[in-house]
């Protein structure tokens, strides 16, 4: 059985579609529906249900689909055994800055002690642009923020957004707030204005940069204030509170991408270690609040 076609079935269950499929395989759509029909000829059975808005696995898919990933596992366990990636897997993670600091210092001396050879890339960005890196299939796994619904991102749980100004500094010192942001395309900043539109606050971008540190200094310095989330607050700065005038800025939530068909045992770790540092943490609330469980 050809393990290119059964990574090709995998990638589109999981990722719910045949476009999205092809991004992720470095494919075009035909050329990934050409390699479902072949894999469904050689099966003598439908493996996906096709409508004009979705793509759905049969009952004999869904029979199917454990059974191909096991294999491509396998395979992957195969190929490190024979020496075939000498120079060890790469794992390419995309993720904020912030998000880097405070998870990967945790997770990476725990994951090079179990898996010495394994390489790992990190891309930090906004994640609005992760997201589009990831499913052009320049990364493999994306820890962000959550900006629209995908197809292949699952959501860990949400984080409450506040407003930060440096210690010392108070809120009735501007008569116009000035503002430290990302740029446009983050939703921290989509939040920023939604709130304060909806407020008699006059306010004004005073700095704007893609690095934490472009925001923080002049945060640090007293000179603008921004919005965070509880783990990220810079040292030197303080949560504006409930009564001095800034209105409430609501979640994000946050969303764990990881590449469908790769079953290797180093990417299952990596991605579980990942998820379970995030989740583990005190700002982060479970889906149980996301969805109104329990």
């Given at each position: 059985?050809?393990?290119?076609?059964?990574?090709?079935?995998?990638?589109?269950?999981?990722?719910?579609?045949?476009?999205?499929?092809?991004?992720?395989?470095?494919?075009?759509?035909?050329?990934?529906?050409?390699?479902?029909k072949?894999?469904?000829?050689?099966?003598?059975?439908?493996?996906?249900?096709?409508?004009?808005?979705?793509?759905?696995?049969?009952?004999?898919?869904?029979?199917?689909?454990?059974?191909?990933?096991?294999?491509?596992?396998?395979?992957?366990?195969?190929?490190?055994?024979?020496g075939?990636?000498?120079?060890?897997?790469?794992?390419?993670?995309?993720?904020?800055?912030?998000?880097?600091?405070t998870?990967?210092?945790?997770?990476?001396?725990?994951?090079?002690?179990?898996?010495?050879?394994?390489?790992l890339e990190?891309?930090?960005?906004i994640?609005?642009?992760?997201?589009?890196?990831?499913?052009?299939?320049?990364?493999?796994?994306?820890?962000?923020?959550?900006?629209?619904?995908?197809?292949?991102?699952?959501?860990?749980?949400?984080e409450?957004?506040?407003?930060?100004v440096?210690?010392?500094?108070?809120?009735?010192?501007?008569?116009?707030?000035?503002?430290?942001?990302?740029?446009?395309?983050?939703?921290?900043?989509?939040?920023?204005?939604?709130?304060?539109g909806?407020?008699?606050?006059?306010?004004?971008?005073?700095?704007?940069s893609?690095?934490?540190?472009?925001?923080?200094?002049?945060v640090?310095?007293?000179?603008?204030?921004?919005?965070?989330?509880p783990?990220?607050?810079p040292?030197?700065c303080?949560?504006?509170?409930?009564?001095e005038?800034?209105?409430?800025?609501?979640?994000?939530?946050i969303?764990?991408?990881?590449?469908?068909?790769?079953?290797?045992?180093?990417?299952?770790?990596?991605?579980?270690?990942?998820?379970?540092?995030?989740?583990g943490?005190d700002?982060?609330e479970?889906?149980?609040?996301?969805?109104?469980?329990?």
């Open positions: 059985m050809d393990t290119d076609l059964l990574r090709a079935f995998v990638t589109v269950a999981e990722c719910e579609g045949f476009s999205a499929a092809g991004k992720v395989l470095h494919r075009t759509q035909s050329a990934v529906s050409l390699q479902i072949r894999l469904e000829d050689q099966m003598g059975e439908m493996l996906f249900e096709r409508t004009s808005r979705s793509v759905v696995l049969t009952t004999s898919g869904g029979r199917l689909l454990p059974y191909a990933r096991h294999i491509l596992k396998l395979q992957d366990e195969a190929r490190q055994v024979m075939v990636d000498r120079q060890g897997e790469l794992i390419r993670l995309g993720t904020s800055e912030e998000q880097a600091s998870y990967l210092p945790e997770l990476l001396p725990r994951f090079a002690a179990r898996f010495p050879e394994v390489r990190v891309m930090c960005g994640s609005g642009s992760l997201v589009n890196d990831f499913q052009e299939g320049l990364l493999d796994v994306a820890l962000v923020v959550r900006h629209g619904p995908t197809h292949t991102g699952r959501l860990l749980g949400r409450q957004m506040v407003w930060v440096a210690e010392g500094r108070s809120i009735d010192d501007w008569e116009t707030l000035p503002l430290a942001l990302n740029p446009e395309g983050c939703t921290f900043r989509a939040h920023a204005f939604a709130a304060l909806a407020s008699e606050r006059r306010w004004d971008v005073r700095y704007a893609q690095s934490p540190t472009g925001i923080n200094l002049p640090q310095a007293g000179l603008a204030a921004t919005v965070k989330t783990r990220s607050i040292e030197g303080r949560i504006v509170g409930d009564l005038g800034l209105p409430a800025l609501g979640y994000v939530e969303e764990l991408h990881r590449t469908p068909g790769a079953s290797s045992d180093a990417f299952t770790a990596f991605c579980d270690e990942l998820e379970a540092i995030v989740t943490t700002s982060l479970s889906l149980e609040y996301v969805t109104g469980e329990g």
